[in-house]
């Protein structure tokens, strides 16, 4: 069995009194998620959080570790993976998708996101992630 480990974000901002979140649709699988990588050697979930975020969407956030949500699943047979989610200060809003992995960006109001994110794993973090981002 191969263990990956990947960690991101829910990178938010808060906009005329809305709150919205940043969405990544991947090249390969189109998929909408969250923006996520893999934990380099010798760099914590929160280092690499950050610079996954920074390469896939040109956004630097402020991580708030207090806030910590874990997915595993199996991507291939033999593959278990573990991904590590915080929730993040969008610094700046203009995006630049890294166009090897990133097909589209957008920013979307939290009560919407639901609708466009693909898997039930991350709905479910947005539902928590709504009430840490509320006490912002």
Known sequence: ???EK???AIVYRKSHGNTEILLIKH???GHWSFPKGHVESGETEIE???REIKEE????????PSFRETVSYFPKKD???EVVYFIGKAKNFE???QKEEIA???WVDIGHAASVLTYENDKNIVSKAKLAIKND
Do not use: R
């Open 104 to 106: 589209q960006i957008k």
């Open 27 to 29: 090249v390969n699988s």
């Open 95 to 97: 995006f630049i998708p």
């Open 79 to 81: 593959t278990q993976k």
């Open 6 to 8: 990947s960690c991101g």
């Open 48 to 50: 690499t959080a950050l």
């Open 1 to 3: 069995m191969v263990f």
């Open 57 to 64: 969407t040109g956004i630097d956030v402020i991580i708030d």
